[in-house]
């Protein structure tokens, strides 16, 4: 079977869903012209995932993938949370926050929660026709739920490891994620960083040892990139950075300019952030305490401490604590609209 049928899509080209930057409307528009979109929702409250669904619902009866996180819970460490402030404590006092305050006290912004019972409930009454996840699966008894109502459920692979465990763990299709990708790395079986490759070399490793169908994302921007990852094999393409300047996301003017500017030409992989290794554009936090950090508290247990200092340098116009989330390959980054893009993209592929 075609990706495409898999999918109920007419292209081969999905839209990776990018929490902080997006919400329906970019899915909406990528899935207009026969491409998947996709809404992240592991930051979602449950009333917001539900107007979220019901949005789309009335809007279109194309499929969208619903992306969730699927991690263990980190216990909060109050020693290392400590630290970890004490390390904070210089741009706390440059900011006039007060470092000293208990991180339960500061405020804590959209969470980051695993797939649950009752996410599967509110999901069950709309029945999205493609679930995927990052960080591995769910339990199995809730992947079960997921795929008893007959939705098509992929997962994320950054190692050939990781992909062989999906495919032994019934998922219906995996994401390759090359070094080159932008935002959270999708790892869970190691977090040793040592072990990711780039796309086309973990599409390939991957494509020699499992069945499912393997969809190339990480690095791939334009319509070139496009044809070079099907012509490898791919059944498939998720792209993100590329949709960052699109008409249709929310990504912050500050973000934008970062995207926009030569900064956009050194990114890193980091766990500043959020405690989990992600891939953004350099600035000055990263340059000051190094992208990998041993001090920082376990996912997501970081952020809310660096958000603090987020919030107070974003409002003097500065993105100098902001997880400027990007990709190593930004040349197809436009301000058009994400039809248009797609459609870009899509250019000399074979429906």
């Known amino acids: 079977m075609r990706i495409q049928e898999l999918l109920g899509v007419?292209?081969?080209?999905?839209?990776?869903?990018?929490?902080?930057?997006?919400?329906?409307?970019?899915?909406?528009?990528?899935?207009?012209?026969?491409?998947?979109?996709?809404?992240?929702?592991?930051?979602?409250?449950?009333?917001?995932?539900?107007?979220?669904?019901?949005?789309i619902q009335s809007q279109t009866q194309a499929p969208i993938n619903v992306n969730f996180f699927s991690h263990q819970p980190a216990e909060f460490n109050v020693e290392r949370?400590?630290?970890?402030?004490?390390?904070?404590?210089?741009?706390?006092?440059?900011?006039?926050?007060?470092?000293?305050?208990?991180?339960?006290?500061?405020?804590?912004?959209?969470?980051?929660?695993?797939?649950?019972?009752?996410v599967a409930d509110i999901l069950e009454e709309f029945r999205p026709q493609?679930?995927?996840?990052?960080?591995?699966?769910?339990?199995?008894?809730?992947?079960?739920?997921?795929?008893?109502?007959?939705?098509?459920?992929?997962?994320?692979?950054?190692?050939?490891?990781?992909?062989?465990?999906?495919?032994?763990?019934?998922?219906?299709?995996?994401?390759?994620?090359?070094?080159?990708?932008?935002?959270?790395?999708?790892?869970?079986?190691?977090?040793?960083?040592?072990?990711?490759?780039?796309?086309?070399?973990?599409?390939?490793?991957?494509?020699?040892?499992?069945?499912?169908?393997v969809i190339a994302t990480g690095g791939i921007s334009d319509a070139k990139d496009v044809s070079a990852a099907l012509s490898l094999g791919a059944a498939a393409v998720q792209v993100g950075t590329a949709y960052l300047l699109c008409d249709e996301t929310n990504t912050s003017t500050l973000h934008r300019q970062a995207i926009k500017s030569n900064r956009s030409h050194k990114t890193v992989i980091t766990n500043l952030f959020s405690g989990k290794p992600a891939r953004g554009i350099v600035n000055r936090v990263i340059q000051e305490l190094g992208p990998i950090s041993e001090l920082v508290p376990e996912f997501p247990h970081a952020a809310t401490a660096i958000t603090a200092i987020r919030q107070a340098a974003e409002a003097q116009g500065s993105s100098d604590f902001s997880p400027l989330w990007c990709g190593q390959n930004t040349i197809g980054c436009k301000e058009i609209s994400a039809a248009e893009l797609t459609l870009e993209l899509a250019r000399g592929v074979e429906v």
């Open 10 to 55: 007419d292209l081969p080209i999905i839209q990776a869903p990018m929490a902080g930057v997006q919400n329906s409307k970019l899915a909406l528009a990528v899935s207009s012209v026969g491409a998947l979109g996709s809404i992240p929702c592991a930051m979602l409250s449950h009333d917001a995932l539900r107007a979220e669904l019901s949005h």
């Open 130 to 213: 493609v679930v995927s996840f990052h960080f591995g699966l769910p339990e199995k008894a809730l992947l079960a739920r997921v795929k008893a109502w007959g939705a098509t459920v992929l997962s994320t692979a950054t190692t050939l490891e990781e992909a062989l465990w999906l495919e032994a763990n019934g998922v219906d299709g995996i994401i390759a994620q090359g070094l080159e990708a932008g935002g959270h790395r999708g790892m869970f079986l190691s977090q040793e960083l040592g072990l990711q490759v780039s796309t086309y070399s973990l599409l390939q490793q991957i494509l020699a040892r499992v069945s499912l169908p």
């Open 81 to 118: 949370d400590a630290i970890w402030r004490k390390t904070l404590a210089p741009y706390f006092r440059e900011y006039s926050i007060d470092s000293s305050i208990d991180s339960k006290a500061l405020p804590e912004g959209p969470s980051r929660q695993p797939f649950s019972d009752t």
